[in-house]
């Protein structure tokens, strides 16, 4: 309103005007602090969130850190098990050359074995006359290469057969 509207205005219109102002002042104040309080207890669980963000963000923080140390485990694994079959392939390569020089080895036995024959008349030439295990008993003389004397009822050019490690019978 102007001024000279104002003017015009008897006393108690004023007054009246007055009185409305004020108890609008009084509303807003009241609305003010209802909002202020309002306000408070917004940012109150503001920062009851934002610390329950906080440790939920250190939390995923250390999942992550710990995400990436499994993926170097699984990464140091994976190396070494790439290596293990790369190993596997060479074994597998130095038991098929193991094979072929056995084969070549077995040819040539085989072969020696063959010409022994042809030339010596006998099959092995690790063969011998006597069964195996079984040797002759040496009169006089014992294991140790130590003459021994004999007994009086043995002869001196009695020999027999005797089992092997059997030296006195």
Known sequence: MAEKELRRLKRRELLQMLLIQCEETERLTQEAEELKEQMDVVMESYERLKKKLDIKDQRLNEKDKKIEELKREMAEIKTVRERELEEAGSIAGATQRLNTIFEEA?????????????????????????????????????????????NPGQSAGLERNAASGDIYG
Request: proline letters at 7%; zero cysteines; hydrophobic letters at 30%.
């Open 106 to 150: 077995k040819r040539a036995a085989d072969q020696y074995l063959a010409a022994v024959q042809k030339t010596g008349g006998r099959q092995n030439p690790f063969e011998s006359d006597r069964p195996l295990g079984i040797r002759r008993k040496q009169s006089g003389v014992s294991r140790t290469g130590q003459i021994v004397p004999m």
